[in-house]
């Protein structure tokens, strides 16, 4: 059963506007939360990240908020560009943290 | 430049024939892990690794066999592949974090795709 659901398969935002990925997962244990990008032909990279004692964290133009009441988070791009068109996977691990537990995916387009 | 390679990047093989996966790393990270990924499911964690000689299972070890015999290898070893194997994986690294848990960061492989007849 799928513990972590994108379920927004894809996104399309016209450059410099602001991209909004969505996230949800289901156990409440997890307490820390990634996402990364993929692009075509390449692997994930890491893109941000927020432990569950924070409810928002910014990198740049990404920030990635944290509802834990509602085991949500989501993913802010501002402004969107084209070269964020990519595949964005949200990710989440507990205690232990040797185990990642992925969602499925959404794919952003930025048309210029 | 910091790498994970992957070896090979695409194969096609028949059912039961035996294959090996390469992963090497040149960070020195301590964790390294195999993730498949497929339509719908996103990716899937099939084993991880703390460090030499330890392993562990993931969400889908089922039909795959992992050794971490040295700190920058870590090959994944499909023992008698069979067609719902055909997938794309990929092979991961971090180092250490806080709290004796792997740092979040993970660098992955290009991956590689694999089919099974």
């Known amino acids: 059963d799928q513990q972590v659901k994108q379920n927004s398969p894809s996104l399309s935002v016209q450059e410099g506007r602001i991209s909004i990925l969505n996230c949800d997962y289901t156990?409440?244990?997890?307490?820390?939360f990634l996402w990364y990008k993929k692009y075509p032909a390449e692997g994930p990279t890491f893109l941000i990240s927020?432990?569950?004692?924070?409810d928002k964290n910014e990198d740049g133009r990404f920030t990635v908020f944290l509802n834990k009441s509602a085991k949500h988070l989501s993913l802010h791009i501002v402004p969107s560009q084209p070269g964020d068109s990519a595949v964005y996977f949200c990710?989440?691990?507990?205690?232990?943290?040797?185990?990642?537990?992925f969602g499925t995916g959404t794919s952003l387009t930025v048309i210029p | 430049e910091a790498q994970v390679t992957q070896n090979p990047r695409y194969l096609i093989t028949v059912t039961g024939k035996k294959l090996t996966v390469t992963c090497s790393q040149n960070?020195?990270?301590?964790?390294m892990s195999w993730y498949r990924q497929d339509p719908g499911l996103g990716l899937r964690q099939i084993y991880y690794?703390?460090?030499?000689?330890?392993?562990d299972k993931g969400d889908v070890p089922e039909g795959y066999k992992v050794s971490r015999k040295e700190k920058r290898n870590f090959p994944l070893i499909l023992e008698s592949p069979s067609p719902n194997q055909t997938s794309l994986y990929f092979c991961?690294?971090?180092?250490?974090?806080?709290?004796?848990?792997?740092?979040?960061?993970?660098?992955f492989g290009p991956g590689t795709r694999l089919t099974v007849t």
């Open positions: 990710a989440a691990s507990y205690y232990t943290g040797n185990q990642f537990y």
């Open positions: 991961a690294t971090s180092r250490a974090g806080t709290g004796g848990r792997q740092s979040g960061e993970q660098y």
């Open positions: 156990n409440s244990m997890f307490d820390y």
């Open positions: 690794s703390m460090n030499v000689e330890v392993t």
């Open positions: 927020i432990s569950s004692i924070k």
């Open positions: 960070m020195n990270h301590e964790y």
